[in-house]
């Protein structure tokens, strides 16, 4: 379970806010707040993860990919200087959590000067680039003393200044000259000699051998950087990382270079020593005693011979060694380069192994938790009239792969069908799955064998198509087939047999009142709203499912009977973790119903237990600089140890009052 999250420049929040996580998880606030702020945070961390892609913006068009509109759609204040900072605090069975945090953002063009300088010329070109710079020098200034001749000036060309420094002007000066033009040829005379050798200077530089080729180059170079800083940069990077337990940093990197990897900036050099209380490879044996096995960070952090401050020098990180990013998952770079590693310093054989073993680790516990996100957006697709031909695609979102396991999963629709039965949602209906054909029936009939109609043989395998579902075309004249496999119908069947089930099914509503089956389009838009939550609900295991306004189209008392399924859920054998959105009054009212029945011994049996401890209460409050995150405690009795800000569920007292 993921115990908290830190957020920075996302979205809504401005300034960094820590948003602890229990079990159960609420969060309420006014429209357009920042509540889904942190939900969104998840469902770019996992598509990160997932990917191995920054972006904040996908074109998969599924209900659970990012669509923020870019990076500047998901930094707050949509200021592209801005970096966003994500952390989490990373669980992990027998050894202690650590956070981790990345800071990720777009280059701007001060940041690329700091990285990358302005190409500088080599000595041959700066000779030739003199020699230009003096000559169109002089010939600036020459002809603005050509333009100023009303002014005196001396026989260089230089301006001759009163007792005042004032400029002198000619009708003041006397007759040394007999006309305005005269004066005005005084000047060009002058200068054209001097113009002349500055001219045969630069011409002198640029006979040179091949240097007109080296200059070209070097003004291509220099155009190039010019694009290159002008460029607005759409493709976010991360730009620093950092792994710690409670405050004390283990391993921190930051970008240096516009490409490659991350620099060490502090490792600690207690590492190594560290690394067995917190690296989960490690084999418990019988005969170890702990804290081998380590349950919280503060037995870690209570070990003050392994926690000293010093960390290794900015002269002995080597340069060499660094942390490479796909998305979020960080991987060492060029630890390999050291093919024999020294005993002592950062490149000794035991800090670079201890690196990489705490890399691997972070990696291993980033997939594996935040690939246990489930996101259900505030509008959940309807399904199809029919699933008969909808197939597993890893593309799908977490709405339609919920329908697909309730079609599948006979044990889940029993579950399902347990849950929206009478005595729990009572909501009148029960799901079957009705099969039409087996595969092998349907193969038959599409690759034309004897006695199948003409229209039948007209149907083709596509498999060019990325979606299967469009996988079967009709030729007609108007728009004829891409290329497809007909001429090798067994290569077409093997295919079609990975990717469709062997029999065929389709998921059906049955009306309990009435006796009748209708689809879930039939039916009111809460059900179609409801039962993709219920399915992640009963059918995921520790996993983190993060649903926006799960109460959506429902009544109040099947809001407050949904809090009994996420404490089920929650608490009872599949241990998720559940984080909602929500302005629902019932909902929460359920909630602190069951932890009073708790403490006062109250709970019907067959209830799981629930303590403040396992509900967290989160209020989003906006602000002129971003919004803030502030806990409501709940207390043994089920009540809040504060009030709610601005008042939040006064209305209906005063409605009623």
């Given at each position: 379970?993921?115990?908290?999250?830190?957020?920075?420049?996302?979205?809504?929040?401005?300034?960094?806010?820590?948003?602890?996580?229990r079990?159960?998880?609420?969060?309420?606030?006014?429209?357009?707040?920042?509540?889904?702020?942190?939900?969104?945070?998840?469902?770019?961390?996992?598509?990160?993860?997932k990917?191995?892609?920054?972006?904040?913006?996908s074109?998969?068009?599924?209900?659970?990919?990012?669509?923020?509109?870019?990076?500047?759609?998901?930094?707050?204040?949509?200021?592209?200087?801005?970096?966003?900072?994500?952390?989490?605090?990373?669980?992990?069975?027998?050894?202690?959590?650590?956070?981790?945090?990345?800071?990720?953002?777009?280059?701007?063009?001060?940041?690329?000067?700091?990285?990358?300088?302005?190409?500088?010329?080599?000595?041959?070109?700066?000779?030739?680039?003199?020699?230009?710079?003096?000559?169109?020098?002089?010939e600036?200034?020459?002809?603005?003393?050509?333009?100023?001749?009303?002014?005196?000036?001396?026989?260089?060309?230089?301006?001759?200044?009163?007792?005042?420094?004032?400029?002198?002007?000619?009708?003041?000066?006397?007759?040394?000259?007999?006309?305005?033009?005269?004066?005005?040829?005084?000047?060009?005379?002058?200068?054209?000699?001097?113009?002349?050798?500055?001219?045969?200077?630069?011409?002198?530089?640029?006979?040179?051998?091949?240097?007109?080729?080296?200059?070209?180059?070097?003004?291509?170079?220099?155009?190039?950087?010019?694009?290159?800083?002008?460029?607005?940069?759409?493709?976010?990077?991360?730009?620093?990382?950092?792994i710690?337990?409670?405050?004390?940093?283990?391993?921190?990197a930051?970008?240096?270079?516009?490409?490659?990897?991350?620099?060490?900036?502090?490792?600690?050099?207690?590492?190594?020593?560290?690394?067995?209380?917190?690296?989960?490879?490690?084999v418990?044996?019988?005969?170890?005693?702990?804290?081998?096995?380590?349950?919280?960070p503060?037995?870690?952090?209570?070990?003050?011979?392994?926690?000293?401050?010093?960390?290794?020098?900015?002269?002995?990180?080597?340069?060499?060694?660094?942390?490479?990013?796909?998305?979020?998952?960080?991987?060492?770079?060029?630890?390999?380069?050291?093919?024999?590693?020294?005993?002592?310093?950062?490149?000794?054989?035991?800090?670079?192994?201890?690196?990489?073993?705490?890399?691997?680790?972070?990696?291993?516990?980033?997939?594996?938790?935040?690939?246990?996100?489930?996101?259900?957006?505030?509008?959940?697709?309807?399904?199809?009239?029919?699933?008969?031909?909808?197939?597993?695609?890893?593309?799908?979102?977490?709405?339609?792969?919920?329908?697909?396991?309730?079609?599948?999963?006979?044990?889940?629709?029993?579950?399902?069908?347990?849950?929206?039965?009478?005595?729990?949602?009572?909501?009148?209906?029960?799901?079957?799955?009705?099969?039409?054909?087996?595969?092998s029936?349907?193969?038959?009939?599409?690759?034309?064998?004897?006695?199948?109609?003409?229209?039948?043989?007209?149907?083709?395998?596509?498999?060019s198509?990325?979606s299967?579902?469009?996988?079967?075309?009709?030729?007609?004249h108007?728009?004829?087939?891409?290329?497809?496999?007909?001429?090798?119908?067994?290569?077409?069947?093997?295919?079609?047999?990975?990717?469709?089930?062997?029999?065929?099914?389709?998921?059906?509503?049955?009306?309990?009142?009435?006796?009748?089956?209708?689809s879930?389009?039939?039916?009111?838009?809460?059900?179609?709203?409801?039962i993709?939550?219920?399915?992640?609900?009963?059918?995921?295991?520790?996993?983190?499912?993060?649903?926006?306004?799960?109460?959506?189209?429902?009544?109040?008392?099947?809001?407050?009977?949904?809090?009994?399924?996420?404490?089920?859920?929650?608490?009872?054998?599949?241990?998720?973790?559940?984080?909602?959105?929500?302005?629902?009054?019932?909902?929460?009212?359920?909630l602190?119903?069951?932890?009073r029945?708790t403490?006062?011994?109250?709970?019907?049996?067959?209830?799981?237990?629930?303590?403040?401890?396992?509900?967290?209460?989160l209020?989003?409050?906006?602000?002129?600089?971003?919004?803030?995150?502030?806990?409501?405690?709940?207390?043994?009795?089920?009540?809040?140890?504060?009030?709610?800000?601005?008042?939040?569920?006064?209305?209906?007292?005063?409605?009623?009052?």
């Amino acid at each position: 379970m993921i115990r908290h999250i830190t957020l920075a420049n996302f979205k809504a929040f401005g300034s960094a806010q820590q948003v602890p996580l229990r079990p159960l998880t609420l969060i309420f606030g006014p429209n357009s707040g920042g509540k889904s702020s942190v939900l969104h945070s998840l469902k770019w961390a996992k598509h990160a993860v997932k990917t191995k892609s920054l972006a904040f913006e996908s074109r998969g068009g599924s209900d659970d990919t990012p669509d923020f509109g870019g990076f500047t759609g998901a930094v707050f204040g949509k200021d592209r200087k801005r970096k966003i900072h994500f952390g989490l605090q990373l669980p992990s069975e027998h050894a202690p959590d650590y956070r981790v945090s990345f800071e990720v953002g777009l280059w701007t063009r001060e940041q690329k000067q700091r990285v990358r300088s302005k190409p500088e010329p080599h000595n041959e070109i700066k000779g030739w680039l003199a020699a230009k710079k003096e000559f169109i020098d002089a010939e600036d200034e020459a002809s603005r003393r050509t333009m100023n001749a009303r002014w005196v000036v001396d026989d260089k060309g230089h301006a001759v200044l009163d007792e005042k420094g004032d400029l002198i002007e000619r009708e003041f000066f006397g007759d040394d000259f007999s006309s305005m033009q005269e004066f005005h040829d005084c000047i060009v005379q002058e200068w054209d000699l001097r113009l002349t050798a500055l001219w045969q200077k630069w011409h002198n530089e640029n006979a040179k051998l091949g240097i007109r080729d080296k200059v070209d180059r070097h003004f291509e170079r220099l155009n190039n950087y010019q694009e290159w800083l002008e460029n607005e940069d759409n493709d976010p990077s991360v730009f620093s990382f950092e792994i710690a337990i409670g405050e004390k940093v283990l391993l921190k990197a930051e970008r240096r270079t516009f490409e490659g990897c991350l620099h060490l900036t502090k490792v600690s050099r207690e590492l190594p020593g560290v690394l067995q209380y917190i690296n989960e490879d490690v084999v418990i044996e019988p005969w170890m005693d702990a804290p081998w096995v380590v349950t919280h960070p503060a037995q870690v952090l209570s070990l003050e011979d392994f926690w000293s401050d010093e960390v290794w020098s900015d002269e002995e990180l080597n340069d060499g060694i660094g942390i490479e990013f796909q998305g979020l998952i960080p991987r060492l770079a060029n630890s390999s380069t050291f093919s024999e590693p020294c005993d002592q310093g950062i490149e000794s054989r035991e800090t670079l192994e201890s690196l990489d073993q705490l890399i691997r680790d972070c990696r291993r516990r980033l997939e594996g938790s935040i690939a246990k996100i489930n996101y259900l957006g505030p509008l959940r697709d309807l399904p199809p009239r029919s699933l008969l031909m909808l197939g597993k695609d890893e593309r799908l979102g977490a709405v339609a792969d919920a329908w697909l396991r309730l079609r599948d999963d006979p044990a889940l629709m029993n579950e399902v069908n347990q849950w929206i039965g009478k005595g729990r949602l009572d909501l009148g209906y029960r799901y079957e799955s009705q099969v039409y054909a087996e595969l092998s029936s349907i193969f038959e009939s599409v690759v034309g064998e004897p006695g199948i109609s003409s229209e039948a043989t007209e149907l083709r395998y596509d498999l060019s198509r990325e979606s299967y579902k469009t996988g079967f075309e009709k030729e007609t004249h108007y728009a004829p087939c891409p290329p497809d496999f007909w001429d090798d119908k067994e290569q077409a069947m093997l295919l079609w047999n990975t990717r469709l089930p062997r029999k065929l099914r389709d998921l059906v509503l049955h009306d309990l009142k009435n006796n009748v089956a209708v689809s879930s389009r039939d039916v009111g838009v809460g059900i179609s709203q409801l039962i993709p939550v219920v399915i992640h609900a009963l059918a995921e295991k520790e996993a983190t499912i993060a649903v926006e306004q799960p109460e959506l189209h429902l009544h109040p008392a099947l809001q407050a009977k949904l809090g009994d399924l996420f404490i089920e859920s929650a608490l009872g054998p599949n241990r998720n973790q559940f984080i909602l959105e929500t302005h629902s009054e019932h909902l929460i009212l359920r909630l602190l119903r069951r932890v009073r029945e708790t403490t006062e011994g109250q709970l019907e049996a067959g209830r799981h237990p629930l303590r403040p401890e396992d509900l967290c209460i989160l209020y989003v409050q906006p602000g002129d600089k971003g919004s803030e995150v502030i806990e409501l405690p709940v207390t043994p009795d089920g009540d809040f140890t504060r009030p709610w800000p601005n008042g939040f569920f006064d209305e209906r007292s005063a409605d009623l009052f």
